[in-house]
């Protein structure tokens, strides 16, 4: 079906099922889809679409963003990078008296000093930031969670994995990827609580998973958010 609203169009299917609330889903491409009770007033439905219409529009876009993947950065004044879950832009300042190319996060935007102005020479200043920026925020997630752990890890790294946010062994070792720093804190936080859960139990079996639940009761949540934009984390 198709509503034009504030000038814009609505596409939309309606499903009727035996249910006692109206609902709105969304597939991959972005696709509407209204799930109603049987005998639901389409004014109803049109009224629930036009109040969540600024939401539908974000996830749209962000569907159909995903579905592109992700895009070749221009690192230059104003292109955007994810940090902490939010994005910001970059500002870049050439200063060949620096001692050492770097960056510092402030006033919402993200500010690269470098001595050559050079893509490479910024990609690397950025992804340093990063590493830093996940070894302080892991190590700070695992004292707060520390309590909840009779063992301790025995050491802590930072890594460039390709496949995995973190990693435990037999031996107590904990790995996280630099890329978390793009992440919110609640998934970093769920990302160290997920690796040391595995200090207790090695597997995903059910008292792992327990565990992590006592632990974190809305660790879906932060596992969703990965889900659905871990590839919008890269420089």
């Known amino acids: 079906m198709i509503h034009n609203y504030l000038g814009e169009t609505i596409q939309f299917e309606i499903t009727y099922k035996k249910r006692t609330t109206i609902g709105i889903t969304m597939d991959a491409y972005g696709n509407l889809e209204v799930l109603a009770p049987k005998g639901t007033a389409l004014d109803s439905v049109i009224q629930l679409l036009e109040d969540n219409w600024q939401l539908i529009q974000q996830k749209s876009k962000e569907q159909k963003d995903r579905l592109l993947g ?18 910001y832009p970059i500002r870049i300042h050439h200063d060949i008296h620096i001692t050492k190319d770097h960056v510092v996060f402030e006033e919402d935007q993200l500010h690269i000093y470098v001595k050559q102005l050079d893509d490479a020479k910024i990609k690397q200043a950025l992804k340093r930031f990063y590493y830093q920026q996940c070894k302080a925020l892991v190590e700070k997630s695992i004292a707060s969670y520390q309590s909840n752990y009779k063992v301790k890890p025995r050491s802590i790294r930072i890594t460039d994995s390709q496949s995995n946010w973190g990693t435990c062994d037999s031996k107590l070792q904990l790995t996280f990827n630099w890329r978390l720093a793009m992440a919110p804190l609640k998934v970093i936080e769920y990302v160290v609580v997920h690796e040391m859960c595995h200090m207790v139990h090695l597997n995903h079996d059910r008292s792992y998973w327990r565990l992590v639940g006592k632990i974190m009761p809305d660790y879906k949540e932060q596992e969703k958010w990965l889900e659905l934009s871990s590839w919008k984390m890269t420089i």
């Open 70 to 87: 992700p895009q070749k950065k221009v690192y230059d004044h104003g292109e955007r990078f994810l940090y902490l879950g939010n994005s």
